[in-house]
C-alpha cells in the first residue's frame, strides 16, 4: 500500500466532485478500479479512521482521499507504484481539461470500462518499470537500499 499527497492527484481530491472521468486512456485505467472516500475528518491518526478508510476502499485497489490524497493497493510494490504513477498522470490530465473551462469529452462507460481491461495486458510492465527506477537510483543514490 502506497499513500502520498501528489499535486495533481491532491488537486482532484479537493473538488466537490472528485472522481476520475474517463476522458483518455490514462483516467480510463482507473474506471471501476477507484473508491473515493469523501469523509475527511482531520488527520488520520487513530484505528478507528484506519478502518474506516479499509471500509471506504473496499474492494478497489485505489482511494482517493477527499481533501486529502491518494493511497494505491497493489499485489507488489511494483504494481502499486505503477498505479500510483498512473494515477498522477490522469489527475493531471483531467486537471488541465477542467481548467480549459471547456465541456469535457467523457468516454462512454462501455469504451471506459474496454480501455480499463486493455491496461491489464500491460501488467508486466510495472516490473520493469520499477526496476528501470531502481537502476536510476542505484546510479545517482543507491543510499535507498540501506
Request: hydrophobic share 40%; charged share 20%; aromatic share 10%.
Amino acid at each position: 500500500m502506497l499513500h502520498c499527497h501528489a499535486p495533481h492527484a491532491t488537486a482532484l481530491a479537493t473538488l466537490k466532485d472528485p472522481g476520475m472521468k474517463p476522458i483518455d486512456q490514462n483516467t480510463a485505467r482507473f474506471f471501476g478500479s477507484l473508491g473515493i472516500d469523501l469523509d475527511y475528518g482531520g488527520i488520520a491518526d487513530d484505528a478507528d479512521e484506519g478502518l474506516r478508510l479499509a471500509e471506504a476502499l473496499g474492494n478497489h485497489k485505489t482511494l482517493l482521499m477527499g481533501n486529502h490524497g491518494i493511497t494505491v493497493t497493489g499485489n507488489s510494490v511494483a504494481e502499486a507504484f505503477e498505479d500510483l504513477y498512473f494515477f498522477e498522470r490522469a489527475a493531471r490530465t483531467l486537471i488541465l481539461a477542467y481548467s480549459t473551462g471547456q465541456p469535457l469529452n467523457v468516454l462512454s462507460d462501455e469504451i471506459a470500462q474496454k480501455t480499463a481491461q486493455g491496461w491489464q495486458a500491460y501488467n508486466d510492465q510495472a516490473f520493469a518499470h520499477f526496476d528501470w527506477l531502481k537502476s536510476q537510483l542505484d546510479r545517482t543514490d543507491p543510499s535507498y537500499r540501506d
